[in-house]
């Protein structure tokens, strides 16, 4: 049985959420104390969070920016903000999706078993599978790493599945329309700011790995991974 945790300061959502969720065979777990939400998280253990914006004490991307210090579970945001640069900051901490409040509950339902059969399901199992590159990058998809020699980082599942298409068409042009596909299912919708943020995420694991200018941006046509990169140290 999945874990959903919901950190949902307003608890008459929260509890509808729950019932709601519930009715599908998901066990979940709504946080009471927002200071302790990462003890939580690690007490639960959940499969994906449910993560409000407008918290008390700490907001929600302080919470999500320390559960991907330890987790790399899908994180799926819900507020009422629904302002492009709410969305982008997100993102950038590490959110896999971006729910607007008010939301049919139908959808809600959808995109969490979207990210949990993309994550745990029979397609991430199956269809992922450690693929090396160039120089020495290997891709574990399944453990969701990246390495170079000894250096090693980790990844949520939305960047190894850009870098994954990537180099599976290394050197090759990969349309923005064939990383959407292999990302987000159709009944997702999902803007071309999202797939900017996480390309530029993406850059920004390879730098980590003292690894430059190999995801190259080919305008009105896509993305290219070279392997003749700079590289440092």
């Keep these: 049985m999945f874990r959903i945790l919901i950190v949902e300061d307003d608890p008459k959502l929260a509890i509808l959420l729950e019932n709601y ?12 104390d927002f200071g302790a939400v990462l003890e939580d998280f690690k007490r639960f ?11 008390p004490k700490f907001d929600g991307y302080y919470w999500c920016g320390h559960i991907r210090d330890i ?3 899908p994180i799926l945001f819900i507020s009422a903000r629904n302002g492009r640069m709410e969305q982008v900051m997100a993102m950038e901490k590490g959110a896999d ?7 049919d509950y139908e959808i809600i339902l959808a995109k ?11 397609y991430a199992s199956n269809h992922y599978k ?14 969701l790493l990246l390495y170079l020699g000894a250096r090693k980082i980790e990844l949520n599942h939305t960047e190894a599945k850009i870098l994954d298409k990537l180099i599976r068409k290394a050197e090759c042009v990969v349309s923005r329309e064939q990383l959407l596909e ?3 299912d159709d009944e997702v919708f999902v803007d071309d700011n999202t797939l900017n943020v996480y390309m530029t995420r993406v850059r920004k694991k390879l730098s980590k790995l003292h690894i430059h200018d190999a995801l190259i941006t080919e305008r009105g ?8 990169w700079e590289r440092e140290g």
């Design 182 to 184: 292999s990302i987000w």
């Design 221 to 228: 046509k896509g993305y290219r991974l070279i392997s003749n």
């Design 71 to 73: 987790s790399t579970c």
């Design 97 to 103: 999706d971006f729910i607007t409040k008010p939301f």
């Design 130 to 143: 450690s693929k090396q590159l160039f120089n020495g990058l290997t891709l574990d998809v399944d453990r």
């Design 21 to 32: 969720i519930q009715k599908y065979d998901f066990e979940t777990f709504s946080i009471k």
């Design 45 to 55: 253990s959940p499969h994906l969070v449910l993560m409000d914006i407008n918290l």
């Design 112 to 122: 969490i078993k979207s990210q949990l059969r993309r994550t745990y399901g029979s």
